[in-house]
């Protein structure tokens, strides 16, 4: 209302004055100054809220801004957790190559993770001490541990290697041929019947010169060898399973070159 008010004053004064310019009240020509004026108040609120167009708080098209940065759009996010994993992608400075930077860039995006060097106060360690490490059952909730309640969970393995994303590979299923016996023209043999997909699991470097390559993004808190410095156990991140592949993302994408990156996170 109150740009049509101040639009329709500007449209009156680009007339001249005098009685044969000034319309009636409720005449033809004071509605239709009424509709240009509510026609340009809707411009002027279209080119107002293209101020906007870069903030990721505020954009009003916030899907080509996420597809501008690469941040991938996921439906089971809601608006401002999406803004919110914007943000850092598009005020981003010139990454560092550290894992300091990459501590900022997940502070940033609201995941209440840590980064740790291999070490850094003393000798890298084998990275699967961590990478294997077996906890201790552990109740998610409730009182009864029994099998197959889901409320319970017991001696997970400690971590996860991420290197350049997921890499799958495709298996043949079961190989199928139909009724087959001598003289059957019908029969088939060679036949798969499915495909499936197997991830690839990457190994644990085992060559000490290549563990100082091997940083980790887990809980906050890790214990450390007060005599050598060494990393003895890292507590479990946990991140909330929509935002695994974002977590992922992040990780790939400002980690320093040439390294691996062992996540001790549970998806919840």
């Known amino acids: 209302m109150a740009d049509h008010t101040f639009l329709r004053r500007a449209l009156d004064l680009i007339f001249p004055k005098g009685p044969p310019y000034e319309p009636d009240i409720d005449g033809d020509m004071s509605a239709l100054r ?22 990721p708080a505020l954009t009003p098209v916030l899907s080509d801004l996420e597809r501008e940065f690469g941040v991938n759009f996921q439906d089971t996010l809601t608006e ?4 919110q994993l914007l943000k850092p992608e598009v005020y981003k400075r010139k ?3 550290s894992t300091g930077d990459l501590q900022q860039r997940l502070d940033d995006g609201g995941f209440d993770l840590t980064v740790y060097d291999n070490s850094p106060d003393g000798p890298a360690i084998d990275p699967a001490i961590i990478l294997q490490q077996n906890f201790q059952m552990q109740a998610a909730g409730g009182t009864n541990y029994y099998a197959g309640n889901t409320l319970a969970y ?40 499915n495909y499936f997909q197997s991830e690839i699991e990457y190994p644990i470097p085992t060559d000490p010169d290549s563990w100082p390559f091997v940083f980790f993004v887990g809980g906050d808190g890790a214990d450390i060898n007060p005599a050598t410095g060494e990393l003895i156990s890292i507590p479990q991140g946990s991140v909330p399973s929509n935002k695994q592949k974002l977590l992922e993302d992040l990780i790939l994408k400002f980690k320093p070159l040439f390294t691996w990156c062992g996540l001790i996170v549970t998806y919840t």
């Open 95 to 97: 990454t560092t190559g």
């Open 154 to 193: 017991a001696a997970f393995l400690g971590g996860d290697l991420l290197v350049n994303g997921r890499v799958f590979e495709q298996c043949r299923g079961i190989l199928g041929a139909g009724e087959v016996w001598a003289g059957n023209t019908n029969a088939v043999a060679g036949y798969y019947d």
């Open 80 to 83: 401002a957790e999406r803004r």
């Open 34 to 55: 009424d509709g240009d004026a509510e026609n340009l108040a809707d411009i002027r609120e279209d080119v107002q809220s293209l101020k906007y167009i870069r903030n």
